[in-house]
């Protein structure tokens, strides 16, 4: 039974900005944590984001400044905007539910190249 469903992804120049959107069909989305993972082609999984059911946010150090996670429980989603953008964040982007993960979405990729 499909959950999570990203959107968003797709190719952008370096310096350029994407956001990435993620809706949960189950009925509990309110009541937990939220989050955005990564990986690289050859490197670890890797937690970009994540936001409370409160909306208090965390964010990986490789992206702070540059990446925003925000939820709207009214909606089912979370959003991860991305602002310039770099190579090294190419990488196939995962929505997952709860912390830790008890759901996760497909993926959406996201490649940063010129």
């Known amino acids: 039974q499909v959950q999570l469903v990203e959107s968003g992804g797709g190719l952008v120049q370096p310096g350029g900005s994407l956001r990435l959107s993620c809706v949960d069909s189950?009925?509990?989305?309110?009541?937990?944590?939220m989050a955005w993972y990564r990986e690289a082609p050859g490197k670890a999984l890797e937690r970009v984001a994540v936001i409370s059911t409160t909306g208090r946010t965390s964010h990986a150090d490789a992206v702070k400044g540059r990446f925003t996670i925000s939820r709207d429980n009214a909606r089912h989603t979370i959003y991860l905007r991305m602002d310039i953008l770099r190579p090294e964040d190419t990488a196939v982007y995962y929505c997952?539910?709860?912390?830790?993960?008890?759901?996760w979405g497909q993926g959406t990729q996201v490649t940063v190249s010129s």
């Open positions: 997952a539910k709860g912390q830790p993960p008890i759901s």
């Open positions: 189950g009925s509990t989305f309110e009541e937990y944590e």
